[in-house]
């Protein structure tokens, strides 16, 4: 049996893949299709694909040419495979001329014509433009916008601060029309991303949504569990898109960390601990009571992140002990009791310290460096120092670029869309945030 292998994204699947994948076939007798991972896109500068890689391996699955179909996901796993299969022919269109001789070592090698005129990027930039508006123009609007830009199918037109003169520096270094008002904001786009200041997230959210627009909202989102809920449901209700931009959910490296450690990789989980402390000056409103200042308020949904991906959001209680400076904590340690594991974090805009992720399991443990948020790298360590793994994976820019492209992928999407942070996710940690402000088992230092 003369067996075939090819290999692609398969991103917005047309004909020029459908011939391809015919003339591949043809070529033998059993063809095996390689469709990337979108880890290994995004690892390769893939920013833009619009279907994700389930969607794609449907769409190659549809076209009834493969026999086999199978994940690519590393560089060098074409050699792997031809050996592995063990296959006769490498096929994949002319536009890659010369590029893989190298298997020619391995097997046959065929380039075979590309179909004119037609491309998956070309589709793409005919899709729907997502036109958003930005709430507050301050440090990470900032960042937000250049980071759109390596993004498909969206265009940030405009922003909205009540404080007239920021906004319109804002808008003229960005090129964006200036919104007047709130109101004015709405008219001009199809989707708005909230960077405002933590106590106006309910609102604008609220406003934006009974607007008919998608949000992507900072983080935190909302310091409580009933406004949570309520936006949760007007959105639903509205068949919006309600997203949280909680980057470190979207990190490749810690998306990976989390599938490896709940498959086992360390056991089971013991123990999470994580720390984010960024030293900040006491005349900040970061600092400040009556804006929701506080270490909690800013930076506990980082380490809420894996412990509730980990150990689950069942917890039997949480003690938070925390050095209080003019009403706000300048530190926050927090301590979750579960059924059979521990949880620990802790935060701090007046403290500092090392700001590193450590899941401990019955096996080994998992190492994650400061700044563990927005990682590119991990470890998983084991009592004999031989089985130890290091990872790396590829972290972009800022790292918002992977939270907007999910946010426009869920607006474009027809169908059912994975949230990276769900809906109870968000709803749990908005919940953690209320007990903290009610100050139900907080003992102050
Ligand atoms: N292909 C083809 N004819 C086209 C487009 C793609 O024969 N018009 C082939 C490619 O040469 C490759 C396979 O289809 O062998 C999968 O390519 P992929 O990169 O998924 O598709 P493109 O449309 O080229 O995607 P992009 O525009 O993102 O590069």
């Not at 893949?17 to 591949?24: E, P, T, V, W, Y």
């Not at 449901?233 to 919006?240: A, D, N, Y």
């Amino acid at each position: 049996m003369k067996k075939v292998i090819t290999y692609g994204t398969y991103d917005l699947l047309h004909q020029g893949h459908i011939n391809l994948l015919r003339r591949a076939k043809e070529l033998g007798d059993w063809l095996i299709v390689g469709v990337t991972t979108d880890s290994f896109d995004l690892e390769r500068g893939k920013m833009n694909t619009c279907n994700n890689v389930m969607e794609r391996i449907e769409a190659v699955k549809a076209t009834g040419y493969a026999d086999q179909i199978i994940i690519e996901e590393y560089r060098g796993q074409k050699i792997d495979d031809i050996q592995k299969y063990g296959v006769d022919i490498f096929a994949i269109g002319s536009d890659w001329e010369g590029y893989f001789d190298y298997l020619k070592e391995y097997c046959e090698v065929v380039y075979l014509p590309r179909t004119q005129g037609i491309s998956s990027t070309q589709l793409r930039e005919g899709r729907p433009m997502v036109r958003i508006g930005v709430i507050g123009t301050g440090s990470i609007a900032r960042r937000f916008v250049p980071e759109s830009k390596f993004v498909n199918s969206n265009a940030i037109v405009t922003a909205f601060n009540p404080n007239i003169e920021e906004c319109r520096t804002f808008c003229e270094e960005y090129g964006l029309e200036y919104s007047e008002t709130e109101a004015d904001l709405y008219e001009r786009c199809d989707a708005v991303y909230v960077a405002s200041p933590h106590y106006s997230h309910y609102s604008y959210v609220k406003n934006a949504l009974n607007a008919g627009k998608h949000v992507l909202c900072e983080t935190p989102f909302v310091f409580s569990k009933a406004q949570a809920e309520e936006l949760y449901e007007l959105s639903e209700k509205k068949r919006l898109v309600l997203m949280v931009a909680l980057k470190t959910a979207f990190c490749p490296a810690f998306i990976h960390l989390v599938s490896l450690l709940k498959s086992g990789a360390v056991g089971e989980i013991v123990e999470v601990n994580a720390s984010v402390t960024t030293l900040t000056d006491e005349s900040s409103e970061k600092l400040n009571k009556d804006y929701f200042g506080g270490s909690m308020n800013e930076n506990a949904c980082f380490p809420l992140l894996p412990i509730f991906k980990l150990l689950g959001m069942e917890y039997e209680n949480i003690n938070f002990y925390s050095k209080m400076k003019n009403e706000v904590d300048m530190f926050t340690k927090a301590v979750f009791r579960f059924h059979s594991a521990v949880a620990s974090f802790q935060v701090g805009l007046g403290v500092k310290t090392e700001g590193n992720l450590v899941v401990a399991g019955t096996k080994g443990y998992a190492y994650v460096p400061a700044p563990w948020w927005k990682t590119d790298y991990f470890e998983l360590r084991y009592e004999d120092q031989n089985q130890n793994k290091k990872f790396f994976h590829s972290y972009a820019g800022d790292g918002l670029r992977y939270e907007i492209k999910d946010f426009v992928s869920a607006i474009l999407s027809k169908e059912y869309f994975y949230s990276k942070v769900s809906k109870k996710e968000n709803i749990k940690m908005a919940e953690v945030q209320e007990q903290y402000l009610r100050g139900e088992s907080v003992y102050k230092l």
